[in-house]
């Protein structure tokens, strides 16, 4: 298997473990220095840093109920890019979530999805008064 189809088995065995809510896989696929970042407004966006950072995101998000459908993947070189219907609370968006992997595990994850989306269901973030 090339490196590419390796890396597309890394992520589609993600997102089988997540949908099946085996953390622990899913926390296994990840380095021990991941980066993962949510953009947007709502109260689940940021950047994580780290395994713990992460697991306690991911709870957050399991706040509410969550479905995700893997529709397609696309691979080049160390990039894995996941095409997904993502379910919230029973609003459906399409997120295009791009990984990043090396000696086989994953080290970033870009989110890139509806932004109006996780705000509506999660609620914006709120600032801090300065």
Same mark, same amino acid.
Request: net charge negative; charged share 30%; aromatic share 6%.
């Given at each position: 298997? #090339?490196?590419?189809? @390796?890396? %597309?088995? *890394? $992520?589609?065995? !993600?997102?089988?473990?997540?949908?099946?809510? &085996? =953390?622990?896989?899913?926390?296994?696929?990840?380095?021990?220095?991941?980066?993962?970042?949510?953009?947007?407004?709502?109260?689940?966006?940021?950047?994580?840093?780290?395994?713990?950072?992460?697991?306690?995101?991911?709870?957050?998000?399991?706040?509410? #109920?969550?479905?995700? @459908?893997? %529709?397609? *993947? $696309?691979?080049? !070189?160390?990039?894995?890019?996941?095409?997904? &219907? =993502?379910?919230?609370?029973?609003?459906?968006?399409?997120?295009?979530?791009?990984?990043?992997?090396?000696?086989?595990?994953?080290?970033?994850?870009?989110?890139?999805?509806?932004?109006?989306?996780?705000?509506?269901?999660?609620?914006?973030?709120?600032?801090?008064?300065?």
């Amino acid at each position: 298997m #090339s490196e590419q189809e @390796n890396n %597309k088995e *890394l $992520i589609k065995r !993600g997102y089988e473990a997540f949908s099946a809510g &085996d =953390v622990e896989t899913v926390m296994d696929l990840f380095d021990d220095d991941v980066e993962w970042v949510q953009p947007g407004a709502s109260s689940v966006s940021g950047t994580f840093h780290g395994k713990a950072e992460v697991m306690e995101y991911m709870g957050r998000l399991a706040e509410r #109920s969550m479905s995700v @459908n893997l %529709k397609r *993947l $696309i691979a080049e !070189g160390d990039t894995v890019v996941a095409i997904t &219907d =993502v379910t919230v609370d029973g609003q459906t968006g399409e997120d295009a979530d791009v990984f990043t992997i090396r000696n086989g595990k994953t080290v970033r994850a870009e989110m890139h999805g509806d932004t109006a989306l996780m705000e509506k269901v999660y609620g914006k973030k709120e600032l801090a008064a300065g």
